[in-house]
T-cell receptor, first 118, second 111 residues
């Protein structure tokens, strides 16, 4: 069964450093997402991506964050200068379509990357 | 804005007990509703979904019915197993195409 994969599984970095989290979505999917889950809190939407550009983003997704699909398979999240509060589990997800009129189709999640900022 | 509220955990049950995890939502329009499950050390997996009022989603013995009149999508299972121990997340499809999650309910099933 196709699945979303993410690397690394755990990333430790120093405050102020840049990190890149990598995801390989399911191959025939067109919509890609990043979410994060701070320990003990809700899973929060960061950004969605379609047709090589950002579709939607939340207030969390500020100028420190960027996303890219550098080739036909990878989807990356970059944090330019990490802060302590960026420590969280980051989930990538993909779906093959988004149904309009306020309906969202199923999103398939990767196992997550745990980011620890020291 | 759109939001999801689910019952606080943790929930501890004995094997073969009946499970209910309550979930209510606030949304404009008629969003799709989902239950995701997160087993220890793993990512989020779709458990079931419903896309319109009165739809019942079901999978692995779990069920949830989309109740528009009570804006609810409660998760139920008639007889839980130890292997069902996990964190369960209720979610709705937001107008941006994203998912809006509840806080999650941790279920522990004892043998």
């Amino acid at each position: 069964e196709p699945e979303v994969t993410q690397t690394p599984s755990h990333q430790v970095t120093q405050m102020g450093q840049e990190v890149i989290l990598r995801c390989v979505p399911i191959s025939n999917h067109l919509y890609f997402y990043w979410y994060r889950q701070i320990l003990g809190q809700k899973v929060e939407f960061l950004v969605s991506f379609y047709n090589n550009e950002i579709s939607e983003k939340s207030e969390i997704f500020d100028d420190q964050f960027s996303v890219e699909r550098p080739d036909g398979s990878n989807f990356t999240l970059k944090i330019r200068s990490t802060k302590l509060e960026d420590s969280a589990m980051y989930f990538c997800a993909s779906s093959d379509k988004v149904v309009r009129t306020s309906r969202t189709d199923t999103q398939y999640f990767g196992p997550g990357t745990r980011l620890t900022v020291l | 804005g759109d939001s999801v509220t689910q019952m606080e955990g943790p929930v501890t049950l004995s094997e073969e007990a009946f499970l209910t995890i309550n979930c209510t939502y606030t949304a404009t329009g008629y969003p799709s509703l989902f239950w995701y499950v997160q087993y220890p050390g793993e990512g989020l997996q779709l458990l079931l979904k419903a896309t319109k009022a009165d739809d019942k989603g079901s999978n692995k013995g779990f069920e949830a019915t989309y109740r528009k009149e009570t804006t609810s999508f409660h998760l139920e299972k008639g007889s839980v197993q130890v292997s069902d121990s996990a964190v369960y997340f209720c979610a709705l499809g937001g107008s941006q195409g994203n998912l809006i999650f509840g806080k999650g309910t941790k279920l522990s099933v004892k043998p």
